[in-house]
Nanobody, 120 residues
């Protein structure tokens, strides 16, 4: 049984930073992604990381501001978010996939989500 548990969300002012964590148990997958969903909008790809390679890729909207990293020993993936903007407000999810993909349909397991709110 795979379980993904996010933590680290909260309220922050514009320009501030937050770090989200995603602890994985059960097994590891080749690719871990972060997505977000704002009210009334579709789930949006944020970025992803390969468990073995550590290679990362990001959505254009967060490139240069967000950084994904992983701790293989702790089976944990992180999303460091800097220079936050009000439009970054959303529920953030981590997800696991065997494929290197930006599409949420390619991700098999999902965490419960954590709320990030950026005030202006």
């Amino acid at each position: 049984q795979v379980q993904l548990v996010e933590s680290g969300g909260g309220l922050v002012q514009a320009g501030g930073s937050l770090r989200l964590s995603c602890a994985a148990s059960g097994r590891t997958f080749s690719n871990m992604g972060w997505f977000r969903q704002a009210p009334g909008k579709e789930r949006e790809f944020v970025g992803a990381i390969g468990w073995s390679s550590g290679g990362t890729y990001y959505a254009d909207s967060v490139k240069g501001r967000f950084t994904i990293s992983r701790d293989n020993a702790q089976n944990t993936v992180y999303l460091q978010m800097n220079s936050l903007k009000p439009e970054d407000t959303a529920v953030y999810y981590c997800a696991a996939s065997t494929l290197y993909s930006r599409s949420p349909v390619q991700y098999t397991y999902w965490g419960q989500g954590t709320q990030v709110t950026v005030s202006s």
